[in-house]
């Protein structure tokens, strides 16, 4: 039974640029959340996807969007990165909203130069 | 409001030991406080979870304690192994899903 993945695992990116990251969350669950972690942070609550929309969404500026498709995997893109945006991004899946434990994927880590 | 403060933020725990770490949160519309463990270079993984209407859960060496009243809780590591050495976050969600962190505590555990 596959856990949540995630793709990349490492992307490396200049200021103003524009990326996409992808996740497939695990068999069974159709809720996914997207977290940013700073290193030495705790993770951060960026939003949560469930039925192709997003139900909550954390206080993260408009730069930060996401997409939830029917298969139930998601991708979170960010525009005009900043140095600030380098962090490990995760993502959490669930059976469903409100319910059940959140699974999280080993990230993919984020640099921008 | 939305805070979940944990400590400590680093434990060094001799082999047998037992480790201990403590979260505090303010908001009482949490409803649901799972302990995550990580590893360099992997994502959190579920270790254990309680609901506020329990004051203690035990799985294997893994026990929370949960004060209601005082609005904390605790994790407890029995008979703590170097393999246990990894760094432990607190959580906090509402109904939702929302998981609200602490900041981490880093454990090492001495041979």
């Known amino acids: 039974d596959a856990g949540v993945t995630q793709s990349p695992t490492h992307l490396i990116k200049t200021r103003g640029q524009q990326v996409t990251l992808r996740c497939s969350p695990k068999s069974g669950h159709d809720t996914v959340s997207w977290y940013q972690q700073a290193l030495g942070q705790g993770p951060q609550f960026i939003f949560q996807y469930y039925e192709e929309e997003e139900r909550q969404r954390g206080n993260f500026p408009d730069r930060f969007s996401g997409h939830q498709f029917p298969n139930y995997s998601s991708e979170l893109n960010v525009n005009a990165l900043l140095l600030g945006d380098s962090a490990l991004y995760l993502c959490?899946?669930?059976?469903?909203?409100?319910?059940?434990?959140?699974?999280f994927g080993d990230g993919t880590r984020l640099s921008i130069l | 409001q939305q805070q979940v403060k944990q400590s400590p933020q680093s434990l060094i725990v001799q082999k047998g030991g037992i480790s201990i770490i403590n979260c505090a949160y303010e908001?009482?519309?949490?409803?649901?406080f799972p302990w995550y463990q990580q590893f360099p270079g992997k994502g959190p993984a579920l270790l254990i979870a309680i609901r506020p209407d329990v004051s203690e859960k035990k799985e294997g060496r893994f026990t929370i304690s949960f004060n209601k009243s005082a609005k904390q809780f605790s994790l407890h590591i029995m008979d703590s192994q170097p393999g246990d050495s990894a760094t432990y976050f607190c959580?906090?969600?509402?109904?939702?899903?929302?998981?609200?962190f602490g900041q981490g505590t880093e454990l090492s555990v001495k041979p």
């Open positions: 908001n009482t519309a949490f409803d649901y």
């Open positions: 959580a906090a969600a509402t109904q939702g899903g929302k998981l609200i």
């Open positions: 959490a899946s669930s059976p469903s909203t409100g319910e059940g434990p959140q699974h």
